[in-house]
């Protein structure tokens, strides 16, 4: 059958109309339906849509309502809504819709054991505010690989492996938003945390001493230099940002005796020594000015022997950053490009190296300067995000991307196994305050501090740990959460049969309708 819908919109104003009119187009547009405005026929509309159905635009064929209800059996209860996203429903069962941007910060956290329903809650959440939001940008991070590429291959969106020929650069750097002034000035944080980042990569091999630490601190300022970036100077920032070989490099110019040893030995390329020049830490003849306008780092033109000692106890540490190394993806400019507007980022090939916190670490950072760039709303998911919050530079991070989200519409979601991970130290603590929507799943066991942090009762506990629902076994998961806005209470988490066989199988509707009916899916509609 052909079958004409007829919508009519009421609003209060012009604009309020026009408004909800592109809100209705977007939202049946998701479902591959055209729509055409009816002009000039107001009157005609009206009749057509009022109680008594008279249809005097006389273009539909009229049904009885069980013929209608047969042939529309896919209708599902309406999941989207104007003031958010319908997580699922309360032990009353009312619904519970949330806004992550109505709250004064717009990061979540959303823990439970593997199997509790996590996961499912988060890609229904996404799919729901895909259909509400048509210019929100998603990016997913997945450390296993084992879930999310599937998700985003099924809608459509894309899925980078993260490997081979992809750049992501530690050192990217930019200007502080004009709104926010020197208090995001990332620079500092940037640097320490480089110095962290490399921390974490050398433990395995005795760690970094505070003596080659100050080294390589040196060398980051060097880097930086090099391309015309002086601390505090906001509009060199704009300059491309250094890459760990040029930290590299400053590493072996104080290995071997300065700037001007290393440039007779054609160490440091030229545009080097003309760059700072410009910058007056130079003079004409490359020795370096009496009085530099600003402070530099010294170990770069003049080291010492026990400078030099420490730096080339360095410079074999970072054979894992050269071409073939497990980390020549974090030396390079930047060239992830996002050509979707759902991107997973599989970094499974990092399982087993070892180097998840460091990898994890540097596409934090890249999500933190993508989401200031981005100019729509930037929905960024970090799973197994434990990973995250071991180094005092990736928390300070977190932090720095929840407390500055509204300036840039982005949204920071952190999914762990246990509410524990966050509140075992102070520090994680604090990450976990800044989140203003907690969602806990099903768990073996809950923590003494994670009782004492949402003073949860016997009966919570109980449910945590024995009686949430799990979907396998009830069709359904449920959780605790608690918000800003809603409190706390414990919510069902629901979706429709066409919805799930969406998230679980894929988007092709005649497979779903011949799985219905038992019959084998035809090859064209």
Known sequence: FQIAVYIELLAESQEELAETRSQVETILAEQDVDTVVLRRQQFEANGSVAPFATDTIDNTHTVQLEALGTLFNLVEPPIYDEDGILLGFDDTSRPVVIDRYAHSGFAAAITGKTGSGKSYCRKSEVYRRMLREPDVQFVLFDPAGDDYPYFAEKLGGEVIRFGGNQKVNPMDLEPPNRDIGETEDTYALTVRAIVEMLHTLFEASGGLPPAEEGMLTQAAHYAYLSKGIVMGQYDTYENESPTIGDLIRGVKIISVGGFAKAFEQEIVPMEDLLQLQELNILESDGQLAETPPFAVPDAIFEPSEAHRSFAEALEPKFESFKPGGINQNLNGQTNLDLNSRLVVMDMSSFADTGEMPLILHAMLNWAYLEAKRSPSRFDVTFDEAH???????????????????????????????????????????????????????????????????????????????????????????????????????????????????????????????????????????
């Open 387 to 525: 990973y995250l919050l071991g180094r005092e530079s990736t928390r300070d991070l977190i932090n720095l991307f929840i407390r500055h989200a509204r300036h840039y519409d982005a949204g920071l979601t952190l999914m762990s196994q246990t509410a524990h991970e966050f509140l075992r130290t102070p520090e994680a603590h604090e990450v976990y305050d800044n989140c203003d929507i907690k969602m806990l799943f099903y768990t073996q066991s809950v923590a003494e501090e994670t009782r004492e942090y949402f003073d949860l009762s016997p009966e919570e506990v109980n449910y945590l740990q024995s009686d949430a629902p799990r979907g396998q076994a009830s069709g359904f998961s449920g959780c605790l959460l608690s918000s800003t806005e809603h409190g706390r209470r414990r919510i069902e988490v629901h979706t429709g049969e066409f919805e799930h066989h969406i998230l679980d199988n894929d988007l092709d509707p005649w497979a779903y309708i011949a799985h219905q009916e038992g019959g084998v899916a035809p090859s064209e509609p």
